[in-house]
């Protein structure tokens, strides 16, 4: 600004010195005058408004210097209070004016004074700002908790002081008590826990550890914590359970993993080990809580029970391979007496004889259908009974039931009722042959075990589902029982195992079949008042007509025409049933032509245009009766005529044959199905 004066003084004068004749050169020189008069006004004006600034930002920094939310001292080595803001002075409850020049020790608490020396004499020794929480003493006597971050300055003068933030930390040293004293129940609530208590991050690094840990495991806390927690973890478990923990960390999701963990001496154990996650503000995760609970006693009762289960499976699978053996067994000569029981009835017995042949045709029946029951359950079980779903009115089974137990139950003077609803039509989707197979069985049990009174089967709208059951005055059924009848070969009050009462299997094949349709029966039952079975089938909407079954008594007769004069082989490796389906077949006049094995018959090139084949699927050779058919059907261009007959009813062998192109009887076989399966009705061209 000075030089602009001394330039605008040169200026003047200049003008001031020329002559008329310069008069020009003088207006020039006014005219630059009067620019830098103008420049330099502005330039005075610029000062004056950065001096306002200046000011104003200093009585922002006074304000801020005295009203801030600390106090603000400075010592002089001697520990003279050299200056202080209005905060320090009422933090220390004294003038502001008295603090100056007056000692800072006096405001220090007696049992602080030592550390607070040492902490101010360091502090002169040092570039590094350092920090001290004391108790401070208020000029009125009251004192206070502070935190004293000091450092060491240089005046402008070049001797040495001590700048001192002052805080008051009253409230934090009471919520770190309150902190501690939580910690202190926490940690003794915990330590008393018979599980482990643990707090990890992220990171699975472990930062706190109840004593049950230190006591188990044998490790010290500091060995614990850190990385180490893995330590005693089973070597074969580590990676389990670490891959457990970073998946519930990415996901956060509760952390949970079965391990075992080795104890002190040596003895793995096995443990639950569970986790929470803790969040902050923002929703990351910033610590897991979690417990171990002994779990070792639990999978001893585990593997207990997983050995129960294996053996009870291993004892069904031997009961099933029992049944399959003893049922084949069985199946061979019963079906050899039912065959020659048959060719009787055609020997023109006497009217004495044909009595004894039908009650051995009774008894066969009843023999037979035992082994049917049997085949049943192993159907079942082979999964090959697949439902046949149908859609009709189920009260047009009222027929059905009318005519085939009504006459039974009257004969034992019981009183057979039917009870369909006709406000609603009881439109269902279902198999009506698995129905009627639940139905009879149901029924015939019900018949069967009831001595007096009657039989009432309903059927009735529920919601969305019609209501089936069948009632009985019967005998009852204990509750301990009840949880027992659908199990295979239990039976009530029938310890003689009366044959009569049947094997026990009809309940079994009844809930088998209704799994099979989604359903399931129950039982309700008081001993001596009688019982009621029921389930449900879903209602459906439309209507057509129920699926008709025809008998087989016409079958058999159209059989007996038509098997005269006909050339049939006979592949039949058991003497007593091939030697029975002969006599049978020579007698209705067929031509027979007898194998005991598939590689014999096969020699035989004139065996393949006859007229209908019995094949045995077990025989002798190394064929079986599937693929000697095939190979026959191989040489032949027209389809064969072909049954396949066994005794072999095991699950795995019926899952097996389930496929065959040819029809599979099971034996013992009844004339009349043996006619439809060959399709007998129907003449040949051979």
Known sequence: MSKNSDKLNALRKAAMTVSTSESHSADALLTELSVYQVELEMQNEQLRGTQLELEKARDRYADFYDFAPVGYLTLDRDGMVLDANLTAAAMLGVERIKLKKSRFVPFVAIDDLNRWYRHFFLTLKTDAGLRCELKIRKACGASFNAGLDCLRQTRDDGETSVRIVLTDITQSVIDKEALRASEHKFRT?????????????????????????????????????????????????????????????????????????????????????????????????????????????????????????????????????????????????????????????????????????????????????????????????????????????????????????????????????????????????????????????????????????????????RGDKVLVQVWDTGIGISRGDIVLIFDEFYQVANQQRNRDAGLGLGLS???????????????????????????????????????????????????????????????EDDELVASGMISLLRQLGASVLHFYNAEDALLHDDIIYSDYFIVDYALGGVLTGIGFLDILQQRRPEPLRAVIVTGETSSLFISRAADSRWPLLYKPIEFAKLAAALDWTTPTDG
């Open 509 to 571: 094949i009844c809930q088998r079949a209704m799994s099979l349709l989604g359903g399931e029966v129950i039982c309700h039952s008081r001993p001596g008042r009688g019982s009621t079975f029921e389930f449900s089938l879903p209602l459906v909407a439309g209507q057509c007509e129920v699926v008709q079954t025809s008998g087989v008594s016409s079958e058999a007769v159209c059989g007996e025409l038509y098997v005269h004069g006909k050339r049939i082989v006979v592949l």
């Open 189 to 461: 609530l915990t330590d008393a826990m018979p599980q482990m208590v643990w707090i990890a991050k992220p990171s699975g690094e472990h930062t706190y550890l109840n004593q049950k840990w230190v006591d188990y495991t044998g490790l010290s806390l500091e060995e614990s914590y850190g990385h180490g927690w893995i330590e005693p973890f089973h070597p074969d478990d580590r990676q389990r359970a670490w891959d457990a923990w970073q998946h519930a960390t990415k996901t956060d999701s509760i952390y949970s993993v079965e391990c075992r963990l080795r104890r002190a001496d040596g003895v793995y154990r096995w443990w639950l080990i569970r986790g929470v996650s803790q969040h902050d503000p923002d929703g990351f995760i910033v610590n897991w809580f979690g417990t171990c609970t002994d779990i070792t006693e639990q999978k001893k009762t585990e593997e207990q029970l997983l050995e129960l289960l294996r053996q009870r499976v291993e004892k069904e699978q031997a009961k099933t391979r029992f049944l399959a053996a003893a049922g084949h067994d069985l199946r061979q000569p019963v079906a050899a007496a039912g065959l020659f029981v048959y060719a009787l009835k055609h020997t023109h017995p006497t009217p004495q004889q044909s009595e004894l042949i039908e009650k051995l045709s009774q008894s066969m029946s009843a023999f037979s259908d035992l082994l049917r029951q049997l085949l049943d359950i192993s159907k079942f079980d082979a999964g090959v009974v697949k439902p046949q779903l149908a859609t009709f009115n189920l009260a047009e089974l009222c027929d059905w039931l009318e005519d085939t137990f009504a006459e039974t139950a009257r004969n034992q003077k019981l009183k057979f009722h039917l009870f369909f609803t006709t406000d609603k039509p009881l439109i269902v989707r279902t198999d009506p042959g698995l129905l009627r197979s639940v139905l009879m069985n149901l029924i015939c049990n019900a018949i069967k075990f009831t001595a007096s009174g009657g039989i009432l089967i309903s059927a009735r709208a």
